[in-house]
């Protein structure tokens, strides 16, 4: 996800260089073994898409920063850190400029993004979202008796240590 401006004109900038190469490719490597040639120009190509996969990317990010989402939609909880950085985009507000309202240095922002905002408790994610102005309509859906016991069985099954217990299904 590009995070803020620097990243966005970064990305533009080498997707722009990158065409151009593959533009000149032939020229430049017409005094070279055919095999190194195409070799070049497989690696500018393969670049190229890469780039091209961040052209999404791009577009999100110009699309939050001009104000065109309003509303994102999430389907679980682990989705609300990536939302708050589109949030900040939305909001206009660079990563100092979020700091600010919260009385952090830049370089602390950078590093909840960074990871996601792991770091971070609810109390500081609470204020964050209070910072950005996001609301959140919260709603939580509480399990039938059929999923709570299917959930319980699996969190009572033995398993490795540190293994992230896992739900089965009976429906199979």
Not at 6 to 18: D, K, P
Not at 107 to 115: G, L, S
Not at 123 to 149: C, K, M, Y
Not at 151 to 169: D, F, H, K, L, V
Request: zero cysteines; glycine letters at 4%.
């Amino acid at each position: 996800m590009i995070a803020n401006e620097r990243e966005y004109h970064i990305t533009q900038a080498a997707a722009a260089e990158f065409a151009e190469a593959l533009a000149h490719a032939d020229e430049q490597g017409a005094h070279l073994h055919p095999r190194i040639k195409q070799a070049m120009r497989e690696g500018i190509e393969s670049q190229l898409q890469e780039l091209h996969d961040q052209h999404d990317q791009l577009a999100e990010y110009e699309a939050l920063r001009d104000n065109h989402i309003a509303v994102l939609e999430l389907d679980s909880l682990t989705q609300l850190p990536e939302a708050l950085v589109r949030a900040r985009k939305a909001a206009g507000l660079t990563q100092k400029e979020l700091g600010r309202r919260l009385g952090l240095k830049e370089q602390q922002i950078q590093r909840y993004e960074a990871t996601r905002y792991a770091g971070a408790n609810l109390t500081r994610v609470q204020a964050v979202v209070d910072a950005l102005g996001v609301r959140i309509h919260e709603r939580v859906i509480l399990p039938t008796a059929a999923s709570a016991a299917e959930t319980a069985r699996a969190y009572a099954a033995p398993r490795e240590p540190n293994a992230t217990p896992r739900a089965t299904s009976s429906q199979s």
